[in-house]
């Protein structure tokens, strides 16, 4: 059984910092692309980062242009974690962060993801 949960989530004040995880089973890890999307109230699913399998090549990561600089996504295939570390936090960056997952490359499309996980929630506000 294929399962990706989140963890991490919490209320934090401007500027701060969270740092999130993913746990996933029930699949091969290290042959997917694993990626961060959130969702704001009244709002798609938005890219926000991510990080391909290793391949052949090692592996190489994509990020939302305003996250740059802030966030930094990693994965350990020994644990099966993916990780979002969240530096000075915005309100815009308020929403719920799920961990998704893709065979092989990322792509910025929330359909292309086979697998998610429920959700946590980041709540930015003083």
């Known amino acids: 059984q294929v399962q990706l949960v989140e963890s991490g989530g919490g209320l934090v004040q401007p500027g701060g910092s969270l740092a999130l995880s993913c746990a996933a089973s029930?699949?091969?890890?290290?042959?997917?692309?694993m990626a961060w999307f959130r969702q704001a109230p009244g709002k798609e699913h938005e890219f926000v980062a991510g990080i391909n399998w290793r391949g052949w090549h090692g592996t190489s990561t994509d990020y939302k242009d305003s996250v740059k600089a802030r966030f930094t996504v990693s994965r350990d295939d020994a644990k099966n974690t993916v990780s979002l570390q969240m530096t000075s936090l915005k309100p815009e960056d308020a929403a719920v962060y799920y961990c998704?997952?893709?065979?092989?490359?990322?792509?910025?499309?929330?359909?292309?993801?086979?697998?998610w996980g429920r959700g946590t929630q980041v709540t930015v506000s003083s």
């Open positions: 998704a997952a893709r065979l092989f490359y990322l792509t910025l499309k929330a359909d292309d993801y086979i697998y």
């Open positions: 029930g699949f091969e890890f290290s042959s997917y692309a």
